[in-house]
């Protein structure tokens, strides 16, 4: 096995940003469940005799693991841990801090988004975005699956193009379903949390889950920018017209805009959905 190329100065930074050290037990916000869903995801037993050469807490495993694992692995855990620290809401860090990070990160194989892959703040900044196929290819899906969305988002924009926009509306919500149904299937530990804290009860089969339910749970966790949340919660409600009588109990006929973007909520969600970090 190669020796992972980190140094103690690359720990005392690393344990800095996730608030552990030489005297605590803790890592970031984890519960010692939630800890070991998190490396589960990554196919680590961090729980297991092979970390515990320097204690049992949170903190030594983490040390443990990061001594004794090479890259690239160590590096994606690392921007997923920093990831996780962005989006549960803790302070920012000092920027010299954060670039030191992001620098061991990167070092060791791990993919740390930049601000420029930011998620759209802003319906303008929403439908700037640009439909790129190759994106899709990166999603959490089969090869096969992921050329059957391409070819719906491609049959959408021709929809939209011929004003034909319900079209466009009831194919977008399929494509956003399915690359959910996608991502859950493989990080089925972190969806699962998502949903027992999002709604207090035990998640069904993912098969069942409906569009909702995954919008919601993936922004709850910070798979899915709270924009494409508030975005795509409204692309569920244009779905749902897809029975006859909804569509007409509630007067609803989508024009050009609303079917443009419902178009670009899908391909703000596929970005996120594939950022570094992510997948």
Request: a neutral charge; glycine letters at 8%.
């Amino acid at each position: 096995m190669t020796t992972p190329a980190i140094t103690q100065l690359d720990i005392t930074v690393i344990e800095r940003l996730l608030d552990t050290g030489r005297g605590a037990g803790y890592v970031l916000d984890f519960s010692d469940a939630d800890y070991g869903g998190f490396f589960r995801d990554f196919g680590v037993d961090i729980f297991g005799d092979h970390y515990a050469g320097e204690g049992n807490s949170k903190g030594k495993r983490l040390r443990a693991f990061l001594r004794t694992t090479p890259p690239p692995l160590s590096g994606r855990v690392l921007a997923a841990l920093l990831r996780h620290r962005t989006l549960n809401g803790k302070p920012a860090p000092a920027e010299a801090d954060r670039a030191e990070f992001e620098a061991i990160a990167r070092r060791l194989g791990g993919s740390v988004a930049t601000e420029k892959s930011a998620a759209p703040e802003n319906e303008d900044e929403l439908l700037k975005l640009i439909f790129q196929p190759q994106v899709f290819e990166r999603l959490a899906v089969e090869g096969s699956m992921s050329k059957l969305l391409v070819a719906r988002m491609e049959e959408a924009r021709r929809c939209v193009d011929n004003t034909a926009y319900l079209s466009a509306v009831i194919l977008c919500g399929s494509v956003l379903e399915g690359m959910c149904l996608g991502y859950g299937a493989r990080h089925p530990e972190s969806a699962n949390r998502g949903y027992l804290a999002q709604y207090s009860k035990a998640p069904p089969h993912f098969h069942d889950w409906k569009l909702a339910q995954w919008i919601e749970v993936f922004g709850r966790i910070g798979v899915l920018s709270q924009n494409v949340v508030k975005f795509g919660t409204a692309l569920r409600d244009f779905r749902n017209y897809i029975h006859p009588s909804e569509q007409l109990a509630n007067r609803f006929d989508p024009d050009k805009h609303t079917a443009r973007i419902a178009f670009q909520v899908v391909v703000a969600a596929a970005e996120d959905l594939t950022r570094p970090g992510t997948v």
